[in-house]
């Protein structure tokens, strides 16, 4: 009776170490992706210089500038042929902690390496992605250090691993396609879409503005899926995306980098820090054929813009050797092409993440109370009578306003607080307070060599400050 005993407790053993081994293996691989996903700058620069040869450009603008460009191609076969429609020019920035993505529409007038002027998309045709890349350099004058090619055959199941991407519809999108293999037909208004329909979305290019249309789309489309990505009710998922994500994706960098380089986007540099831009220009018609004509000088811009100019939507900031932005762009919070709803801020104005509405009574009058300076309301936003309408608000909420006015100009994007330099501690406290009490970015509170006062600057998201204000009025008062 004994060996069987035996036989069992050496079995039992067996299954314990075995468990015991795997959870160990496990574990460290979870520990090692856990330690990835939270890489910081330093970790993404080291890793990164490994990768570029020393005598490159890349290496000069690692070394130079802290960033480094990635070319990002999807590949389509609508028509029974490998195309890349969609080309994407992405520099992550590591200093300053941002990333740009830029739009180049596929009938984009560019010099093809061998093959004279033609449109860009028929570079991938010619040479696939090195001829792509080689053109793109060129172009814009950048060194592209890393690609990825996106299969969007593949793609709708990564989507439907995310559980779907939320889109606001702006208009009914319907064509028929046979020969191509498509049926697309998406009603107006705000849709939760599966993966089959978010590819419709992206692909459909039947309207007035043609592929200017759909690259404006696609964008769209990328900001939510970015709101997917960032949602933590997917990392349970992460397995699931992930095996979704290797079939839908080609590229030369290593895994390694791509998973860091995923967590520090998402942990160090947020929403609100990347952008999107579209190449502007105009379509012309050359030697009987389409063209876009790209402004490449508005590209550079929207590429060398300072972060801080980028953020405050301070379009005539100085700072930037061209003297300002003329190439339209939002930031990944624009979803469907709306302001970012701005964060708030709690009783210190230290940390970020209540709205105000969450705001009792008498947090709200203790967080008034901290403004104790006197504060001009001045308007940025070219609305007329707006600054007088903010003014009266913050009246009724006991805030001292000395005086209105103009803003500098009318091209703010979104509301700034801004105080003067060599300003006192109190001028200083009660402007970041004013911050905290209108969910300004602490990145939009800032030094101005032209206020006088404390400075509530009214952006062109006027409505939804009036609208902010309204309700904590009725907050202070009920």
Do not use: C
């Not at 929403?271 to 579209?278: G, Y």
């Not at 590429?303 to 405050?312: A, F, G, H, Y």
């Not at 210190?348 to 705001?359: A, F, P, R, Y």
């Amino acid at each position: 009776m004994k060996r069987p005993v035996k036989k069992n407790n050496r079995a039992r053993t067996y299954i314990i170490v075995a468990l015991l081994v795997t959870a160990a293996l496990v574990g460290g691989a979870a520990l090692r992706l856990f330690i990835m996903l939270h890489a910081n700058s330093e970790d993404i620069y080291t890793l990164v210089q490994k990768n570029v040869d020393t005598g490159s450009r890349q290496y000069t603008m690692l070394k130079e500038q802290g960033r480094f460009n990635i070319l990002i191609l999807g590949e389509d076969n609508v028509e029974g042929s490998k195309r890349s429609d969609t080309v994407l020019f992405a520099t992550v920035d590591i200093d300053d902690k941002n990333v740009r993505v830029l739009a180049l529409p596929r009938d984009t007038r560019v010099e093809i390496p061998r093959h004279g002027y033609q449109k860009l998309n028929h570079a991938y045709a010619y040479g696939g992605v090195d001829l792509t890349r080689a053109t793109v350099e060129r172009y814009l004058d950048e060194p592209i250090l890393y690609y990825f090619v996106l299969d969007f055959e593949s793609f709708p199941k990564l989507i439907d691993a995310l559980g779907g991407v939320q889109i606001d519809v702006q208009h009914k999108m319907k064509y028929v396609d046979k020969a191509g293999g498509l049926n697309i037909d998406i009603p107006t208004g705000l849709q939760q879409m599966d993966g089959k329909t978010a590819l419709s979305y992206v692909r459909f290019r039947k309207d007035a503005l043609g592929d200017i249309g759909r690259v404006q789309r696609q964008q769209t489309f990328m900001k939510a899926l970015l709101k997917e990505a960032y949602n933590p009710k997917n990392l349970v998922k992460i397995p699931e995306i992930a095996k979704e994500a290797i079939n839908l994706v080609r590229t030369d960098m290593s895994a390694t980098l791509a998973i860091q380089l995923a967590g520090y986007v998402q942990n160090e540099i947020g929403l609100e820090r990347v952008f999107f831009a579209t190449l502007t220009g105009k379509p012309a018609m050359v030697d009987k054929l389409s063209y876009w004509l790209g402004d490449v000088q508005a590209a550079t811009e929207f590429l060398d813009t300072p972060i801080e100019q980028l953020m405050s939507g301070d379009l005539h900031q100085n700072g930037n050797k061209y003297g300002g932005i003329s190439i339209g762009y939002s930031s990944a919070l624009d979803a469907n092409g709306k302001p970012p709803a701005q964060v708030g801020a709690d009783v210190d104005g230290d940390k970020q993440g209540k709205q105000e509405d969450m705001l009792s009574k008498e947090q709200l009058i203790e967080l008034v109370k901290s403004i104790s300076e006197p504060i001009a309301v001045l308007n940025g936003s070219g609305k007329g009578g707006v600054a007088r309408e903010v003014a009266t608000r913050f009246q009724k909420l006991g805030i001292d306003v000395a005086r209105t006015g103009n803003a500098k100009h009318f091209d703010y994007k979104y509301s700034n607080v801004a105080y003067p330099q060599n300003a006192k501690q109190t001028a200083v406290s009660s402007s970041q307070k004013l911050g905290a009490l209108m969910g300004i970015p602490k990145n939009l509170v800032r030094t101005d060599n032209q206020v006088a006062h404390p400075s509530f600057i009214i952006g062109h998201d006027h409505a939804a400050v009036i609208a902010k204000l309204d309700k904590m009025v009725i907050t202070a008062t009920k």
